[in-house]
Nanobody, 130 residues
Framework: QVQLVESGGGLVQAGGSLRLSCAAS????????MGWFRRAPGMEREFVAA?????????YGDSMKGRFTVSRDNNAKNTVYLQMNSLKPEDTAAYFC??????????????????????WGQGTQVAVSS
């Protein structure tokens, strides 16, 4: 069973950067689409980014384009990253990584749909001060 552990959250000033990491256990990590989602207090879960198994398919939520970059290391580190630049106070949220082990996102092309991801990490908090 794959387990996901996020890290890298923290407090940063507006305009700053953070890099989130999501370390995955298990040998099949390289076969999964990985996604990042966030949830701000009182808000619905929001799609941030997704990357397919090879890294050849990358998708972003509209407000993240040009500021966030998702990448993955399928080799020794089994980790997916989210580089966040030009952070804004509205980026403040708990950030979660998720894995689609069933291939549903690839089959449907709905990489933004959190319901198609079946494994989730515990989240890491990001706070951006103005």
């Amino acid at each position: 069973q794959v387990q996901l552990v996020e890290s890298g959250g923290g407090l940063v000033q507006a305009g700053g950067s953070l890099r989130l990491s999501c370390a995955a256990s298990g040998r099949s990590f390289s076969a999964y689409t990985m996604g990042w989602f966030r949830r701000a207090p009182g808000m619905e879960r929001e799609f941030v980014a997704a990357i397919n198994w090879s890294g050849g398919g990358i998708y972003y939520g509209d407000s993240m384009k040009g500021r966030f970059t998702v990448s993955r290391d399928n080799n020794a580190k089994n980790t997916v990253y989210l580089q966040m630049n030009s952070l804004k106070p509205e980026d403040t949220a708990a950030y979660f990584c998720a894995a689609d082990t069933g291939g549903l996102t690839t089959a449907t092309l709905r990489f933004f749909d959190g319901y198609l991801y079946n494994l989730w990490g515990q989240g890491t908090q990001v706070a951006v001060s103005s």
